[in-house]
């Protein structure tokens, strides 16, 4: 890489519930360079701290920052960060790290910027109406639609997680009761098997939990007990994947999209059997499906939050 | 109205399960004149037959014309119309018209045509992010996003009417099961009344429906049962408004919108009321929604799918 190219590196910075990443990330693109660091439980100060260190570690200066974080972001403020801890109130966090970094700083809110970088550089490059479908913790999602990133009124859309699937169904982590994520997300499957357990069902999931030394159900907790035939395991995971078919059949229904990009750990560890399972769910519930419409797996896995955020810093450099 | 101002009029058509109606749109989206009838059983040549005659019924000549029609339209042609007679394969309308009537020619759908009324020159005036929900036969929808006219990949995209609100719930007239019609549409709400009085349930519906002269349950017919506190009428009716707040709720949380406007002929009857009924069964399924939202009934009525096809015909002019 020469000097020039060098010049026009920006740092993506994708603030998970577990890990911090950044990258630095060049105008086609590629990531060129990498660092990591848990997530503060501190809050928004200590988060700073850390974006701010990771980003002086890498191997170059980058020209911009952008940063995508788990929560609804507006006007380059974090509004609400639900599953970040000693997040609590609304947050300037673009003029907070400016006075740690004094670079263009741009934000955005994480399923959004990850699925920005699936449709710049990955799955779902080139396609005008997108949905992206993000299986973690909870069920995160983003909006391309007519060829441009669409994140609403106050850049809280997307929420794929939340809609409603079963009107008065299963408690929300939310509070509302029947949303997609109530029976797809991974917190709310580990509560559903650990009451399962508890009326005396066997699964091996926990066992695997604490043989991968994990303290969660992590997705490669929940691949493995899929890859073993793990019955209470595939019994929840079936149920998931029917629920996101019917938020997907009404989300597709409600849009016309052409592109579904299912991102995630288990999109990453399942692979396009994932994302074919999730069109097969989805499939009766369309009224009228595109015949180019197309169901894939996010290709840039984790660097897809990195690569979008550095597309927002690059934005920045130009509208300052 | 001077010669210079005749000349930028236009025509815009609805065109309805009941009726064909056509109207005489200036630049400001004011209607100058009116026709109508009764639309034909016999398929897509009839139909154009009534609007030519329609159109050349009108006490000045247009110099485009806009149709909107209840199906799904793309690049000019009605791809399904599944709700008027005889119309059962794809037909390029805008072709067949122009054969007719040698004047720029532009086609939507009639509830996208609608909403774009009503963001032009009613109710939605003005806003970004609005989504149109029509009470009918059916339930209708469209979309303005982000400032402009939503219509998908294939011009399909409005279908809230087909968000799930309950998977596995009543049958659809769609075939589905638990979609927002339903419960919320005016033809599965008649077959539910029905049920109910073989079942030995009394209503006023059928006799108000004979006493209007009426051949079905119409708006009219269900305004005033409700407003009589009929009771099986009213049953029907809160479960219609409870399923259209989930659908609702679901695509606020997955498009953060600004408007929410409700048409249909039991919007003109029972006004405000109705929208404010919706918005207080949407609320307690809304994850995050912006503190501007507002819900309003439609204020352009019976013209808003004229002024709609009016502005694509004007739009028409320009593309050619």
């Not at 501190?42 to 191997?59: K, N």
Request: net charge negative; glycine share 14%.
């Amino acid at each position: 890489m020469t000097a020039s190219e060098r010049d026009l590196l920006v740092a993506g910075v994708d603030v998970g519930g577990t890990n911090i990443e950044v990258g630095l990330v060049d105008d086609r693109h590629e990531v060129h360079g990498r660092a990591k660091a848990p997530t503060p439980t501190g809050g928004p100060d200590e988060v700073l701290d850390t974006i701010s260190r990771l980003i002086a570690s890498l191997d170059a200066d980058p020209v911009a920052v952008g940063v995508g974080i788990p929560g609804v972001v507006h006007e380059g403020a974090v509004l609400t960060v639900p599953n970040l801890a000693g997040w609590h109130e609304r947050f300037d966090l673009v003029a907070s790290l400016q006075e740690r970094i004094d670079l263009p700083i741009a934000l955005g809110n994480d399923a959004n910027v990850g699925l920005l970088g699936e449709w710049l550089a990955g799955a779902a490059r080139g396609a005008r109406n997108v949905l992206g479908l993000w299986m973690g913790t909870g069920v995160g999602g983003g909006l391309i639609l007519d060829g441009r990133p669409f994140n609403g009124a106050r850049g809280a859309a997307g929420e794929i997680g939340h809609v409603v699937v079963l009107a008065g169904g299963a408690l929300c982590t939310c509070g509302r009761r029947g949303c997609a994520e109530a029976y797809a997300g991974r917190r709310s499957m580990r509560g559903v098997a650990s009451a399962m357990v508890d009326a005396g069902w066997t699964t091996s999931l926990f066992d695997i939990r604490d043989d991968e030394d994990k303290s969660s159900l992590t997705s490669k907790v929940w691949a493995r007990a899929l890859d073993e035939d793990d019955a209470l395991a595939t019994k929840l995971f079936d149920t998931a994947v029917e629920t996101l078919g019917v938020a997907v059949g009404s989300a597709i229904n409600l849009l016309d999209l052409e592109v579904v990009v299912v991102g995630g750990g288990l999109a990453e560890k399942l692979g396009s059997d994932l994302a074919d399972r999730i069109a097969a769910a989805a499939e009766p519930w369309m009224l009228r499906p595109s015949p180019d419409l197309r169901f894939v797996v996010s290709e840039l896995e984790d660097d897809a939050g990195v690569v979008g955020a550095a597309s927002l810093a690059r934005a920045a450099i130009v509208t300052g």
